[in-house]
């Protein structure tokens, strides 16, 4: 079955760095664009960033450009998020995501934290 595991989430410093990873299982990884989204307490889960099955495509959500970067490596059948220059608005769960047809897959979530 589909599994999608993130990691590497934790607290960090305002103006710190994470990095945040998804590892994939059950599917053909290198076929599928993948995204990463996050929420926030109260909030609505929004996207952060997603990449295209071979990678050479990206795109970001405005509140993240020049500060996150997603990447993967489908021999590892696994999808990153550099988080660098982190504030205190980057404080959410994240989310790997996968739409394979027309089903939709998230992961668990990890937790980012950002003190001031």
């Known amino acids: 079955q589909v599994q999608l595991v993130e990691s590497g989430g934790g607290l960090v410093q305002a103006g710190g760095s994470l990095r945040l990873s998804c590892a994939a299982s059950?599917?053909?990884?290198?076929?599928?664009?993948m995204r990463w989204y996050r929420q926030a307490p109260g909030k609505e889960r929004e996207f952060v960033a997603l990449?295209?099955?071979?990678?050479?495509?990206?795109n970001y959500a405005e509140s993240v450009k020049g500060r996150f970067t997603i990447s993967r490596d489908n021999a590892k059948n696994t999808v990153y998020l550099q988080m660098n220059s982190l504030k205190a608005d980057d404080a959410a769960v994240y989310y790997c995501?996968?739409?394979?047809?027309?089903?939709?897959?998230w992961g668990q979530g990890t937790q980012v934290t950002v003190s001031s």
């Open positions: 995501y996968a739409l394979l047809g027309t089903r939709a897959y």
């Open positions: 059950g599917f053909t990884f290198s076929s599928y664009y």
């Open positions: 990449i295209g099955s071979a990678g050479g495509s990206t």
